[in-house]
C-alpha cells in the first residue's frame, strides 16, 4: 500500500476510520438458544404483544414529552412528567436523585445484582427553543423528538408491557431517566449514578440513536475546555494599539489548527473542534474578553492526553506571540479551564451482556453491529461494567438540528421489543 499515490490513500482514510468504530458480528450458538428460549416464553411473548399494542400510547408520550424543553441543567419539568408516567408503569418504589436522576425500581427475586435501562432527559437546544411537535405526513419534526426523547418513551412502555405480562425479573431493575448527558451536561447524571458510595450496578443498557442493529461497546473519549483571553478593553479609536483579545484568539485558533492538523494525520483516529466563540460589547469597542470552546476527541485515552497538551501549548504560545505585538497598556492573560470530560474505553466481545445482545439482535433478523459512540455508556464502560448502547429504532434524522425528524416504521415497536429481551435475559427471568 505504500506505493500507492496519495490522493487514492486520501480516498481511502474515510473507510480506515470507519473500520476502527464498526464491526459487524456474528451470533454464538450457545446465545442464540438461550435468547430464543427466553423470547419464546409465554410472559415475553405477551410482552411483545402488549408492546405492540401501546404503539399508539408510545407514540403519545413521545410528543408529550418532546414538547417539554429539557437543556443540559434545565430537566427538572421534563422529569417530573417522566416521573408521573412511569409511576404507575409497574415499579416498585421511584426518586429523584440529587442531580435530578429519575430512578424507578422493580425489585428483583434475588439479591446481589442490579441491571439498569436508561434513556437520557436532556437535550442540546436552549430553554426558548419551539419545540412543539409538527406532523408532515406520518413523520414527526421537533427538536430533540429522536435524542433521545424517544428513548424516554420506550422506556416508559417496556415497563409497561413488564406488568402487563407479569414479568420478574432476578435482579433487581432500575428504570432511569438520565440527566446531563448532552453538551455541558458532561454525563453528569451518569457519573453520579457510578458516584463512589451509590447503588451498585452490575449491568447498564442505555437506549439512545440509531437503528436496532447498533450494540455500542466502546467509548469515545472527549476534553472539552473554554479558553479565555482577557484584556483591558477601551475604544476602538482612542485606545487603539491596546491589547485586543479577538486579535489574540485568532492567532490561538490558527496556531492550533496548525499543530493538531499535524498530530491527527496519523495513529488512532482523533478529532478537534472550535464550536463556539464569544465576547465583546460593540462594534467600535476592544473588548475585554474573547472566549471559545474547544472539543477534543479520540478512540485512544494516550491520543487524548497528547492533543489536549498540544492544545495547552498553542494556547500558551499565541498568547506569547501576540503580547509581543502590543503597543501599549496591559498584556493579555489567558485562563484554560476544563468543562468536560468523557472517559475512552473498550468492552471485549465476549461479555455475556454483549453476546446476549448480538443474539437479541440476530432473533429480530437484523445485523448485530458492535460501534463506537459518545454516550452514557462511556461512564461504565470505562470503568469496566459491562454496558451498551442500542439503538431506539424507526428512522430518523438531523439530530441535534432545529428539523430533527421521527418516523416510527415497524422497526419502531421492534426497537421496544428487542430492549426488553435484552433487559430481561440480562437481569434473568424469574420462575
Given at each position: 500500500m505504500k506505493n500507492l499515490p496519495v490522493f487514492f490513500l486520501l480516498l481511502l482514510f474515510p473507510i480506515f476510520l470507519k473500520a476502527q468504530d464498526v464491526k459487524k458480528v456474528t451470533v454464538q450458538e450457545a446465545y442464540k438458544k438461550e435468547i430464543e428460549t427466553v423470547a419464546n416464553s409465554k410472559k415475553v411473548q405477551k410482552a411483545f404483544d402488549v408492546i405492540q399494542s401501546l404503539e399508539p400510547q408510545t407514540m403519545k408520550d413521545l410528543i408529550e414529552l418532546t414538547e417539554i424543553p429539557a437543556p443540559p441543567f434545565m430537566e427538572q419539568k421534563r422529569g417530573e412528567r417522566f416521573m408521573e408516567m412511569v409511576k404507575s408503569a409497574g415499579a416498585d418504589s421511584i426518586w429523584i436523585d440529587e442531580v435530578g436522576n429519575v430512578i424507578a425500581l422493580r425489585k428483583g427475586k434475588t439479591k446481589g445484582k442490579t441491571v439498569v435501562l436508561e434513556a437520557h432527559l436532556d437535550t442540546v437546544f436552549p430553554i426558548e427553543t419551539d419545540v412543539k411537535v409538527k406532523m408532515h405526513g406520518d413523520t414527526l419534526y421537533a427538536p430533540g423528538i429522536g435524542d433521545d426523547t424517544r428513548g424516554l418513551s420506550m422506556v416508559i412502555t417496556i415497563?409497561?408491557?413488564?406488568?402487563?405480562?407479569?414479568i420478574n425479573t432476578n435482579a433487581d431493575v432500575l428504570f432511569v431517566g438520565v440527566v446531563g448527558e448532552e453538551g455541558l451536561g458532561d454525563l453528569r447524571g451518569v457519573k453520579h449514578l457510578?458516584?463512589?458510595?451509590?447503588?451498585?450496578i452490575d449491568a447498564y443498557i442505555a437506549i439512545d440513536g440509531g437503528d436496532?442493529?447498533?450494540i455500542n461497546n466502546m467509548a469515545l473519549g472527549s476534553l472539552r475546555y473554554k479558553v479565555t483571553f482577557n484584556g483591558p478593553g477601551g475604544h476602538s479609536w482612542g485606545a487603539f494599539g491596546m491589547a485586543n483579545p479577538h486579535h489574540a484568539i485568532g492567532k490561538a485558533i490558527d496556531y492550533f489548527d496548525q499543530a493538531a492538523g499535524a498530530y491527527v494525520a496519523n495513529g488512532p483516529k482523533t478529532s478537534y473542534n472550535v464550536g463556539r466563540i464569544g465576547g465583546g460589547t460593540s462594534v467600535n469597542s476592544i473588548p475585554f474578553e474573547s472566549w471559545m470552546e474547544i472539543d477534543m476527541r479520540s478512540v485512544s485515552p494516550e491520543k487524548l492526553l497528547g492533543i489536549e497538551s498540544i492544545m495547552k501549548e498553542q494556547m500558551q504560545r499565541a498568547l506569547e506571540d501576540y503580547n509581543k505585538?502590543?503597543?501599549?497598556?496591559?498584556k493579555l492573560t489567558v485562563n484554560i479551564e476544563k468543562i468536560g470530560e468523557r472517559p475512552s474505553g473498550e468492552l471485549g466481545e465476549?461479555?455475556?451482556l454483549i453476546l446476549k445482545a448480538i443474539a437479541v439482535t440476530s432473533y429480530f433478523n437484523a445485523q448485530p453491529t458492535l460501534t463506537r459512540g459518545s454516550t452514557d455508556s462511556n461512564i461504565p464502560i470505562a470503568l469496566g461494567v459491562p454496558a451498551i448502547t442500542i439503538g431506539r429504532g424507526g428512522k430518523a434524522g438531523n439530530a441535534h438540528a432545529l428539523d430533527e425528524w421521527y418516523l416510527n416504521d415497524e422497526s419502531g415497536a421492534l426497537a421496544i421489543k428487542l430492549a426488553l429481551l435484552i433487559l430481561v435475559s440480562e437481569a434473568g427471568l424469574a420462575n
Open positions: 415497563m409497561k408491557a413488564m406488568k402487563s405480562a407479569q457510578f458516584k463512589n458510595g451509590n447503588r451498585k436496532i442493529g447498533r505585538t502590543v503597543k501599549k497598556g496591559d465476549n461479555l455475556p
